[in-house]
């Protein structure tokens, strides 16, 4: 089996400064993470609240710091109103009713927070947990690639609310910014479970950065279709799939982070990154545009403390997972501690057109029990001999979390940025 063997770039990184050291994985010269992201937050009070909101929404609405809400049920801004939430305003999200916020098509939120005053969507319960409140939804009228272009959420919800896509991939959803989002998920009743953040058809002008999902039960980020750019956001110990693109989105997510835990994930479809099509595909049209993700600047890590038995026990599966009829563009990423890095849908076939479509290029691969696999298909030569090639630049190593990254055990203020300096790559697995 062949391995990536261009490693006579690890020289170099010596003599590099330190922002040139955060070329791979999240960047910047000081940790963008300070300030507003909580790795603790189970342990954060946010008093009780004095507030209810319930029904729908459909008047212009503003929800005020000096307040504490509490969410009930499903909750819609419908009618075209715009919900603005101030900097520093706590929604907590009534555990009974599995409450949910959803912003229908033509609708409006205006979340902008500020880094040392972020907004929180949180459990109202004193011991919070994964899954106890639904999520946010975010619908627009942006393309998908359905058949008619429109399609409803399925998540129990009204179908006339619930309904999402256009033609219009500029639409405007409103701002999410300086936003977490703590203990999602909530079990449907039928099958599986809400999303903590799920843009369905949201456009490009809609602003999403610096936006934190911590104990989802369901999916950290789901992307449905639409035009949007992200950049900033954080998947912290969720419990299914970190970020999940499918239904024609053209995505571009910039300087992100998922952190993993072996013993919080789900024993199936765990994973940092899922890019697919479709979940059938008699749902979807395949002369349309079908999923694109241009992503850069990627940080997957495995926080496990005994990350090799982990890997043996089967409890930590493949990073990034890409299905058939689906592009990825994957620069300057970090994947760390995972089994193995990369799985390929089965239903692609191996070849220069459709490897094309699916770039791994100057990547960092560490800790893995393998890198780029098809499912189902032990054998990886030729994705090792291709995506081994000079010309994509990538590197593979082996170094503990502690070594790799600039502060991994502070968990108060942690710093995932990668610490080149002290990296040694190797060839043996």
Same mark, same amino acid.
């Given at each position: 089996?062949?391995?990536?063997?261009?490693?006579?770039?690890?020289?170099?990184?010596?003599?590099?400064?330190?922002?040139?050291?955060?070329?791979?994985?999240?960047?910047?010269? !000081?940790?963008?993470?300070?300030?507003?992201?909580?790795?603790?937050?189970?342990?954060?009070?946010?008093?009780?609240?004095?507030?209810?909101?319930?029904?729908?929404?459909?008047?212009? !609405?503003?929800?005020?710091?000096?307040?504490?809400?509490?969410?009930?049920?499903?909750?819609?801004?419908?009618?075209?109103?715009?919900?603005?939430?101030?900097?520093?305003?706590?929604?907590?999200?009534?555990?009974?009713?599995?409450?949910?916020?959803?912003?229908?098509?033509?609708?409006?939120?205006?979340?902008?927070?500020?880094?040392?005053?972020?907004?929180?969507?949180?459990?109202?319960?004193?011991?919070?947990?994964?899954?106890?409140?639904?999520?946010?939804?975010?619908?627009?009228?942006?393309?998908?690639?359905?058949?008619?272009?429109? /399609?409803?959420?399925?998540?129990?919800?009204?179908?006339?609310?619930?309904?999402?896509?256009?033609?219009? @991939?500029?639409?405007?959803?409103?701002?999410?910014?300086?936003?977490?989002?703590?203990?999602?998920?909530?079990?449907?009743?039928?099958?599986?479970?809400?999303?903590?953040?799920?843009?369905?058809?949201?456009?490009?002008?809609?602003?999403?950065?610096?936006?934190?999902?911590?104990?989802?039960?369901?999916?950290?980020?789901?992307?449905?279709?639409?035009?949007?750019?992200?950049?900033?956001?954080?998947?912290?110990?969720?419990?299914?799939?970190?970020?999940?693109?499918?239904?024609?989105?053209?995505?571009?997510?910039?300087?992100?982070?998922?952190?993993?835990? /072996?013993?919080?994930?789900?024993?199936?479809?765990?994973?940092?990154?899922?890019?697919?099509?479709?979940?059938?595909?008699?749902?979807?049209?395949?002369?349309?545009?079908?999923?694109?993700?241009? @992503?850069?600047?990627?940080?997957?890590?495995?926080?496990?403390?005994?990350?090799?038995?982990?890997?043996?026990?089967?409890?930590?599966?493949?990073?990034?997972?890409?299905?058939?009829?689906?592009?990825?563009?994957?620069?300057?990423?970090?994947?760390?501690?995972?089994?193995?890095?990369?799985?390929?849908?089965?239903?692609?076939?191996?070849?220069?057109?459709?490897?094309?479509?699916?770039?791994?290029?100057?990547?960092?691969?560490?800790?893995?029990?393998?890198?780029?696999?098809?499912?189902?298909?032990?054998?990886?030569?030729?994705?090792?001999?291709?995506?081994?090639?000079?010309?994509?630049?990538?590197?593979?190593?082996?170094?503990?979390?502690?070594?790799?990254?600039?502060?991994?055990?502070?968990?108060?203020?942690?710093?995932?940025?990668?610490?080149?300096?002290?990296?040694?790559?190797?060839?043996?697995?």
């Amino acid at each position: 089996m062949k391995y990536f063997y261009h490693f006579l770039l690890i020289f170099l990184l010596g003599a590099c400064s330190v922002n040139a050291q955060q070329e791979k994985g999240i960047k910047g010269s !000081t940790s963008w993470l300070n300030n507003w992201t909580e790795f603790r937050p189970n342990k954060k009070d946010y008093g009780e609240a004095n507030q209810i909101l319930a029904g729908s929404i459909t008047e212009n !609405t503003k929800l005020y710091k000096k307040n504490v809400y509490l969410l009930q049920g499903d909750v819609y801004v419908a009618n075209n109103a715009t919900l603005t939430i101030e900097p520093g305003t706590v929604i907590l999200a009534d555990s009974d009713s599995a409450a949910a916020l959803i912003i229908t098509k033509g609708a409006t939120i205006i979340a902008d927070g500020l880094e040392t005053d972020p907004i929180v969507f949180t459990s109202n319960k004193a011991k919070k947990k994964a899954g106890d409140w639904g999520g946010l939804i975010i619908l627009g009228d942006a393309p998908t690639n359905k058949f008619g272009n429109v /399609s409803s959420v399925n998540y129990d919800l009204d179908n006339f609310l619930s309904s999402y896509g256009g033609n219009n @991939a500029n639409a405007n959803s409103g701002i999410l910014r300086y936003v977490r989002i703590e203990f999602a998920g909530n079990k449907l009743k039928d099958s599986g479970n809400y999303n903590a953040l799920l843009l369905a058809g949201v456009g490009n002008k809609t602003i999403l950065d610096n936006i934190m999902v911590s104990y989802a039960l369901g999916n950290g980020f789901e992307i449905y279709g639409g035009d949007v750019i992200l950049s900033k956001l954080v998947s912290f110990k969720t419990n299914a799939v970190d970020y999940r693109f499918n239904y024609g989105a053209q995505s571009k997510i910039d300087n992100s982070l998922a952190i993993r835990n /072996s013993y919080v994930s789900s024993n199936t479809g765990s994973k940092c990154l899922s890019v697919v099509s479709y979940d059938s595909k008699s749902e979807v049209d395949l002369s349309k545009k079908q999923t694109n993700v241009t @992503a850069t600047n990627l940080t997957f890590v495995n926080d496990s403390e005994q990350l090799s038995q982990d890997i043996a026990k089967g409890l930590v599966k493949e990073a990034v997972y890409v299905g058939e009829n689906a592009a990825l563009d994957f620069k300057r990423g970090v994947i760390s501690g995972f089994s193995p890095a990369v799985i390929l849908d089965d239903k692609i076939e191996i070849n220069g057109q459709n490897l094309n479509n699916i770039k791994f290029q100057d990547m960092y691969f560490n800790f893995c029990k393998g890198n780029i696999f098809t499912k189902n298909n032990p054998n990886n030569e030729d994705l090792e001999s291709w995506y081994g090639n000079i010309i994509f630049f990538n590197v593979y190593s082996q170094s503990d979390n502690l070594e790799t990254f600039v502060d991994f055990s502070n968990e108060k203020r942690p710093d995932f940025r990668l610490r080149l300096g002290k990296i040694t790559a190797s060839n043996n697995q």
